[in-house]
């Protein structure tokens, strides 16, 4: 369902991204409305699906899952059966925090949080074990150079 966003809307989506746990006494004030008015903005978004979920944003470092490995997979097999199995195996590994379909000639992209090379290393030989793959190749995050969860509404 789409859903037409005025600039109060998008102003309540900033500062939803900033801080989801603001009052929203406090987030009616920063938007410029009272707070019922406030309060049925926020639900009207959130039953949209424009607020798909609130969450709590982990620190990677402070949970000893400082690694970040970007990791390619190739396959010979398109078929809808292939797909089902790598992807229920794929999403099922915590280590994986993102996954997608590409077009070009990496047809799957997983980034992957992991301790070390030592915990990539088992993560990658449960992943290769889990369905026939024609190629992976992994590269390591040197340096974070920006991270963010907002999207520019």
């Given at each position: 369902?789409?859903?037409?966003?005025?600039?109060?809307?998008?102003?309540?989506?900033?500062?939803?991204?900033?801080?989801?746990?603001?009052?929203?006494?406090?987030?009616a004030?920063?938007?410029?409305?009272?707070?019922?008015?406030?309060?049925?903005?926020?639900?009207?978004?959130?039953?949209?699906?424009?607020?798909?979920?609130?969450?709590?944003?982990?620190?990677?470092?402070?949970?000893?899952?400082?690694?970040?490995?970007?990791?390619?997979?190739?396959?010979?097999?398109?078929?809808?059966?292939?797909?089902?199995?790598?992807?229920?195996?794929?999403?099922?590994?915590?280590?994986?925090?993102?996954?997608?379909?590409?077009?070009?000639?990496?047809?799957?992209?997983?980034?992957?949080?992991?301790?070390?090379?030592?915990?990539?290393?088992?993560?990658?030989?449960?992943?290769?074990?889990?369905?026939?793959?024609?190629d992976?190749?992994?590269?390591?995050?040197?340096?974070?150079?920006?991270?963010?969860?907002?999207?520019?509404?």
């Amino acid at each position: 369902m789409n859903i037409l966003l005025d600039a109060i809307d998008r102003r309540i989506l900033r500062e939803l991204q900033a801080d989801a746990t603001v009052a929203i006494a406090d987030l009616a004030e920063r938007v410029g409305l009272s707070q019922t008015p406030c309060w049925k903005r926020v639900k009207r978004l959130t039953e949209a699906g424009v607020i798909a979920r609130r969450v709590a944003l982990l620190d990677p470092e402070k949970l000893d899952l400082g690694l970040a490995v970007f990791v390619s997979v190739r396959t010979n097999r398109h078929d809808q059966e292939w797909l089902d199995h790598f992807a229920s195996a794929a999403s099922a590994m915590p280590e994986v925090v993102e996954f997608y379909r590409l077009s070009g000639d990496t047809d799957y992209l997983l980034k992957v949080r992991v301790r070390d090379i030592a915990a990539y290393d088992a993560f990658y030989r449960r992943l290769i074990a889990s369905v026939p793959l024609a190629d992976v190749s992994s590269a390591f995050a040197m340096e974070q150079i920006k991270s963010t969860t907002a999207l520019p509404v």
